[in-house]
DNA sequence: GCAGTAAGTGTGAACGCTAACAAAGTAGAA
DNA sequence: TTCTACTTTGTTAGCGTTCACACTTACTGC
């Protein structure tokens, strides 16, 4: 009875999955012109393709990934190297690349980063290179991981979420400089003159050029830029900060690096009983989707990381394809305007 | 000139990627000796093992991992098919079983719903297939998901987060129902008889239990579990029903689904004057970061999503190692008191 | 001293696919 | 008719691994 259900003659479940060779033996042909099928090969008449569809229905034929690869040596897997992938920037970039990845036939291998250091990075991509990925997307915004990559002889094309590309890494990107600018244009505009910025961690691309578009900006009115203090992207620090600022006030304007921090100020200030906007304006980085409901809806610069996850595979695909364009993509980011900001007084 | 670069004689770079037989060569041994240290099996001298390290160093060598998956028939890749993985919950799981995968050797491979439809599973479920994934982890809190899932023969083994398992499907959960009693049993504690509850749409599993262990527990105290309002997860449907019950108040607390609903919710009682937690006190679901920082900051139930993650390749790990454990592992959640809460009047 | 066992190593054949080439058939032009 | 060119199909040889087995050598126990 036991040997009945494993039996290899009284048996009739199939042993293994069909190949190329099975469904050529049922349709008639060659296991050749089954390839051809299958690969959409155009050289196959009308007639043998429509047989061989048939067979491969009948058997539920699927192309073996692993035998495929071997030989052409691609593996139609691209990389996908991030960290905080569960923050809302990165999450989103990511599945804009697994989206465009997936329809343009590709698999998406995630490899997420516990701690930024160079070992981790380079672990990270020997983790891909033993997969022989065919390309990696590295969503790494530090300054640290451009240096780590450039170590590594890696021989897949590489793009870079929010680097400038060179001749080695593509990069893709949101103009964050552009972006701050907006919003402290926004505010200035509004009649601010003296408008502080709370900093991501300065060895972060992007933390790095939005001070530098605050700065820029403010420069460029003849306002001092000499209000800004760094915090670490998280709620927490950027409550620190605004206890620090609700105690010894400075600015009639922050220009927050991203929305948790700005939620943070937020609750820091209406505890002290500062009113934003009415005492002090407030503008966050992001958009992500809680933003409109803080106390009171902020105020952002919105970047679409989905767009410029998209954007990255574009690169990538052309890269892959043998037809490499620009070596850097600029997204535009976009002012939103809510209820945190408004005149000063 | 530019033949030189190319000339397979001239040209000294390696025209591919060394092979065992390349080890084996440079070694002095068989290939398949190579084969064996690079497996760690036991039957080789240490003599020839430091040769073969040697060697393998020298050329740098990585084994194909096309070729051994033809042979072994598994492609050491784990699939995770995940929908709202911009989502706190949903994005630390996948970071869990990422983690968890990687450190056991495996390749993670992502595939991201756009939207939540029978069709889109069973195409996720496909392109898993077509990979030749080992396993495939769900991460798709829907009840029409596990009937989309057994629709399909898969073949391989299925962990389903947030599911009961049952003999096709593993299941790792997080006790939802136990999570939702805990909330409920601190208001009570507290002497709140009105507690209504703001619920997540009831096609998510989660949604669905903690709507039970609500009016579970409501019912074991002797009240009345009489309202109940359904949102969709977001901010912006907790903004609504918080305008509809500050319009029209009844109930002095309120469990709250998720934490972003329970931000739209505070948001619309701050706007209509209504303070918590003095006036209403309102409990949260999740735990994401930000939590802390809402005005006011908000009491929650929280869930160890990167545990569930891990637990999840526990389990997958099992399967793949021919021991399956049990079907069914449950993560306890843990209330995490802040300021939202508070006795009534 | 000889079978019996174990450890270490090598040989050959798959695994399922594609690339390159060969062969057969078809059609139009000379 | 015959030649050429093209289309369609088949044949063969790998791709780089592991598996099953065979072979050697060394050590055990009687």
Redesign the interface.
């Known amino acids: 009875m036991a040997a009945a259900d494993t039996d290899p003659v009284t048996d009739s479940r199939p042993r293994r999955l069909p190949r190329l060779e099975d469904v050529a033996e049922l349709a008639g042909v060659s296991h050749q012109t089954v390839s051809r099928v299958v690969n959409n090969h155009p050289s196959v008449s009308p007639g043998t393709r429509g047989k061989v569809e048939a067979a491969i229905a009948t058997l539920g034929y ?9 030989v052409t040596r691609r ?1 139609q ?1 691209i990389g ?1 190297l991030g960290s905080e ?2 923050q ?1 920037g990165p ?2 970039t ?2 804009g690349v ?2 465009a990845a ?1 329809d343009a036939g590709y ?6 980063l ?1 701690e930024v250091s160079r070992d981790a990075i380079l672990d990270a991509v020997r ?1 891909f ?4 990925v065919d390309g990696i997307v590295v969503i790494v915004p530090h300054l640290e991981t451009l240096a780590a990559l450039a170590e590594l002889p890696i021989g897949v094309p590489v793009v870079a979420v929010g680097s400038n590309g060179n001749d080695t890494v593509g990069g893709v990107k949101v103009d964050q400089r552009r972006g701050a600018e907006l919003a402290v244009e926004h505010l200035i505009g509004q009649g601010h003159v003296r408008i502080g910025h709370i900093a991501g961690p300065q060895d972060w691309i992007d933390a790095v050029a939005r001070a530098d578009g605050w700065r820029a900006a403010l420069e460029a009115a003849g306002l001092a830029a000499d209000l800004v203090i760094e915090g670490d992207w ?3 620090s ?2 620190g900060i605004g206890r620090q600022l609700a105690a010894n006030p400075r600015a009639t304007a922050l220009f927050v690096g991203n929305d ?1 921090m700005a ?2 100020v ?2 820091a200030l ?1 505890e002290a009983g500062i009113r934003v906007p009415q005492d002090v304006s407030v503008v966050g980085f992001d958009d992500q ?2 933003a ?4 009171p ?1 902020l105020t952002v610069v919105r970047q679409d990381f989905e767009e410029l996850g998209r954007r990255c595979m574009d690169m990538m695909l052309a890269e892959l394809g043998g037809t490499p364009g620009p070596r850097t993509l600029v997204v535009e980011p976009e002012l939103v305007l809510r209820s945190s900001t408004a005149p000063p007084g």
């Open positions: 699927r192309r073996n990934t692993a035998a495929r690869s071997l593996s897997t996908v992938l569960s809302y999450a989103n990511m599945l697994e989206r997936r698999f998406v291998s995630v490899a997420a516990r983790h290179l033993d997969q022989s998280s709620a927490g950027g409550y948790q939620l943070g937020l609750r209406n989707p809680e409109g409901y803080f106390c809806p």
